[in-house]
């Protein structure tokens, strides 16, 4: 996993003018069956001034 968020983070967005990279996590029970979820987020400041989000979300059976 640690590989991937270096890699998703290393991504470019066309147009961004900063860019900040998150991460989050937990257990949740979306489908009543608890899983692991987690989520990178590339949030970026686009060339109008906006603040946009890019989401790569994956969760795993615990």
Do not use: I, P
């Not at 009543?32 to 890019?54: A, C, P, S």
Request: net charge negative; charged share 30%.
């Amino acid at each position: 996993m640690r590989e991937g968020f270096k890699a998703f983070g290393k991504e470019k967005v066309d147009g961004e003018e900063e860019a900040a990279l998150l991460f989050q996590c937990g257990v949740y029970n979306f489908t009543e069956e608890k899983r692991f979820y987690y989520d990178f987020v590339t949030q970026f400041t686009n060339e109008g001034g906006e603040t946009e989000q890019l989401h790569c979300e994956k969760a795993a059976q615990l």
